[in-house]
């Protein structure tokens, strides 16, 4: 599936250089963001990790047909550490509430991905490139050819222009028909307990010695009252309490 399922067809040999790119790039997206997070934090983070992983995956997208697999490892290991920093500055620096980090993996590695084409393309696939002329893909960095790089760059702008522009024109039209956003005290208790009546991740939610249970209908907003909770004392293995 994903990249190489996303080809017309199996007959073009070219299928197996997708499906090795595709992986080693994922690979090297989940290596790259564990060694980061283990060299910065101590241990290695699991989401983040991930998150890696789907970074090499992004990044690939546009290219897998286009470079060698050497290319493919050093394309996902970027991506793996362009997505730890590009985390840590959506969320600290422009204070960006993006939980899942979809805009870097997906916006970030992405546009790393598109960029790659021009600069890492050998120009050993025989196909008409995608700038418009009869002939192979050819990167800068690997036959000296800027052209395609322009191309990409290009790319890069138009798309962000059109989605950027597209996004904000149908959220500014909805927020005059319709709430946007949910209120302070429902972003921080969860929208998964607003909404549907339960927690998707009971292992996420802060423990303290007062918590707030919500009980709603799904679809409401709810209205908190506070229980303390009180502690019971464990026993030992021979019944004796510490």
């Not at 697999?69 to 050093?74: C, E, H, Q, T």
């Not at 990409?152 to 946007?180: C, E, H, P, S």
Request: proline share 6%.
């Amino acid at each position: 599936g994903f990249n190489p399922g996303s080809t017309f067809g199996a007959t073009d040999l070219r299928i197996s250089i997708i499906a090795v790119n595709t992986l080693l790039s994922a690979s090297a997206g989940a290596v790259a963001a564990m060694a980061w997070t283990n060299a910065k934090w101590g241990k290695p983070d699991i989401s983040m990790t991930c998150n890696g992983m789907l970074a090499g995956l992004v990044a690939i997208t546009a290219p897998c047909a286009f470079v060698a697999p050497w290319a493919s490892a050093l394309i996902g290991i970027l991506a793996g550490f362009l997505v730890c920093i590009s985390v840590e500055f959506i969320d600290k620096k422009l204070k960006i509430d993006d939980p899942c980090g979809a805009i870097s993996v997906h916006g970030t590695c992405g546009v790393w991905g598109l960029i790659a084409v021009g600069l890492f393309a050998d120009g050993t696939y025989p196909t008409a490139g995608w700038n418009g002329i009869a002939g192979p893909v050819k990167g800068l960095l690997i036959n000296g050819d800027a052209g395609q790089l322009g191309a990409q760059l290009i790319d890069v702008v138009v798309g962000f222009i059109w989605a950027w522009g597209i996004t904000y024109l149908i959220f500014k039209v909805a927020q005059r028909y319709m709430k946007i956003r949910v209120e302070p005290e429902v972003e921080i208790a969860g929208l998964d307990e607003a909404e549907f009546g339960q927690y998707c991740y009971p292992e996420f939610v802060l423990q303290t010695e007062t918590n707030i249970p919500y009980e709603s209908e799904p679809g409401t907003v709810p209205t908190p009252s506070a229980v303390t909770r009180t502690g019971v004392p464990v026993s030992d293995a021979k019944g004796e309490q510490p």
